[in-house]
Nanobody, 115 residues
């Protein structure tokens, strides 16, 4: 059974930083490519950033230059470093791995940016 578990969310003031983690568990399951999504109240879930199996990094325009995605293969974990946070970054953040016909999502972690 594969599980993705996010952590690192919380309440932060505008301009602050948080680092989200997405850890994978499951026999023989390695995170290669992974994407982060977020869903704000009353809005559709949107793609935020992704890392491919080859290490290519991609970002939504709204977070480019502020967020950084990275991967630690030894820990089977992907991180999302979020800097210069804005109130509009407030959302539940999810990680996702697609492997063939299988589509894995984490349970989500809440990020609230507010003074």
């Amino acid at each position: 059974q594969v599980q993705l578990v996010e952590s690192g969310g919380g309440l932060v003031q505008p301009g602050g930083s948080l680092r989200l983690s997405c850890a994978a568990s499951g026999s023989g399951f390695s995170i290669n490519g992974l994407n982060w999504y977020r869903q704000a109240p009353g809005k559709q879930r949107e793609w935020v950033a992704g890392i491919t199996s080859g290490g290519n990094l991609n970002y939504a325009d709204s977070v480019k230059g502020r967020f950084t995605i990275s991967r630690d293969n030894a820990k089977n974990t992907v991180y999302l470093q979020m800097n210069s946070l804005k109130p509009e970054d407030t959302a539940v953040y999810y990680c996702r791995v697609v492997r063939g016909f299988l589509d894995y999502w984490g349970q989500g972690t809440q990020v609230t940016v507010s003074s």
